[in-house]
């Protein structure tokens, strides 16, 4: 996020006095996947088809943008009347905002149950050495 503000505080006479702040924000919310690359959602199904676990980048997020740009102006005229101070102001604010989404670019991976998935896992990384046992499949 960027910020600037400009604050002009002026002494009209020892009655009156004048504030105005000035500011413009902006703001680049940008997602994408960690590493440069998308990851799988992985999602391990239970027999009875309910979700056991799930794990990698979630689908719908990645590589969106949200762009803000906000202007903001405020002016305050202060009177000064014996013990008071009366404050008379306005504020304005200007949003301009771009949203930018992209269709889901992310695998999502269904594995029926936990076996399959360890299985798997073994074969990628080249596990056959390790006995199932340590996985309690065996």
């Known amino acids: 996020m960027d910020n600037v503000n400009l604050e002009l ?3 009209i006479s020892s009655k009156y006095s004048n504030s105005l702040t000035v500011g413009y924000n902006v703001m680049d919310d940008y997602r994408e996947s960690k590493g440069g690359q998308p990851f799988p ?13 799930a794990f990698g980048y979630e689908p719908f997020t990645a590589f ?3 762009k803000t740009k906000v202007f903001q102006a405020t002016n305050n005229f202060n009177i000064y009347a014996g ?8 504020n304005f604010e200007n949003y301009r905002t ?4 992209h269709q889901t670019t992310m695998e999502l991976i269904l594995l029926p149950v936990l076996t ?14 390790i006995p199932d046992t340590v996985f309690g499949i065996g």
Do not use: W, Y
């Not at 959602?41 to 676990?53: F, R």
């Not at 771009?98 to 989404?101: A, R, T």
């Open 98 to 101: 771009k949203m930018v989404l």
């Open 116 to 129: 399959i998935f360890i299985i798997q896992l073994k074969r990628r990384f080249k596990c056959d050495q």
């Open 41 to 53: 959602l992985v999602d391990i199904m239970n027999p009875d088809g309910s979700s056991m676990t």
């Open 9 to 11: 505080r002026t002494r």
């Open 64 to 66: 969106n943008s949200l």
């Open 83 to 90: 013990k008071h101070e009366i404050t008379l102001g306005a």
